[in-house]
Each structure stands twice: as C-alpha cells, then as structure tokens.
C-alpha cells in the first residue's frame, strides 16, 4: 500500500479530497468521498480474490483513490469527471514507482469506470473495477432510493458486499 500512501498523502490530493467533501456537502444521493473510495477498493480487492484474478492490492487501492476526484472539475467547470480524474491521476502517478504498465492499467481503469456497461471490455481490470463501482453505492439502505437516477434495475437493492 506504499504507492497509495503517498498518492493519498500529497497535498495537492488531500485538497482535492477535502473540496470535493465541501462541494458535495449539501448533495442528498451518493457522494464521492474517502469512504465511497475505500469501499470501491475493497469489493474490487474481494471481487479479484474470488475470481482469482491477480492484481495488487495497492494498484486497485491506488485507482480507487483516484478514480473520482476530477468530479471538483465537474462540478465547477462542467468536465467529464473520468477525464479530470485521468488528467490527477496522471500528476500523482509521478510520485509512485508504479510502472509503465501498472499505470496504463491504473489509467484505463479511471478512465472507463463511468456507467454500468462492464461488457464494453475484455480488460478484466476495468470490467472489476466498474463492477466493485456501481456495488459500492448502498441503495438498499439509501433514503432518496426513489428519488435517484438509477433504475431499479442498476440500483443495489440487496446487500452483496
């Protein structure tokens, strides 16, 4: 977990983390916080294990960290969150000793999380990745279940993770 400690600890992160908590405060459905991204790596962690797939615990950590801190870019400039969280990403990346390879993998995942279509590729990375994503969200026990935009069928009604 060593890459992901420093990406979490460098100060152009842990201000992204706290704007992000401050521009969704008053945000009544799922927010992009440390909690959502602890527990997208942790189903994608438990999904690897299960299917016996591997890839390192600190590269899944390290991709979820990341995947959803563009949304600061959305939320004030309108840009795609996956691209503004590629374009972080890229930054902090720099700071690790992940290689190339490792941060292709970390980069194609970040990029491709959006939507509920894990077909769309035969990266198992990515398909884990979007999979541990869309189950992270707790819709059994969400409060405005019936005001979201998922469908029903999207939506976690039951506990899986």
Known sequence: ??????????PFIQAHLEELDS????RIYCRHNLEHFLSVAR???????????NI??????????????????????GTSHDHASVDLAIQALTYT?????EQASILKAIGN???????TTDDTFVQLF?????LSRDCY??????????SDERKNLHIKY
């Open 97 to 101: 000793d992940y290689t190339a390879e």
């Open 43 to 53: 189903i994608c962690y438990t999904l690897c294990l299960e299917q016996k797939v």
């Open 56 to 77: 390192p615990k600190d590269l899944i950590y390290t991709t979820a960290l990341l995947h959803d801190l563009g949304r600061v870019e959305e939320i004030k400039h």
């Open 130 to 134: 979007k999979q541990a994503d869309n």
């Open 113 to 119: 999380h959006r939507g509920r279509d894990v077909a």
């Open 141 to 150: 026990n969400c409060r405005v279940r019936d005001l979201c935009k998922w």
């Open 1 to 10: 977990m060593r890459n992901t400690n420093i990406i979490y600890e460098l």
């Open 23 to 26: 521009l969704e405060a008053t």
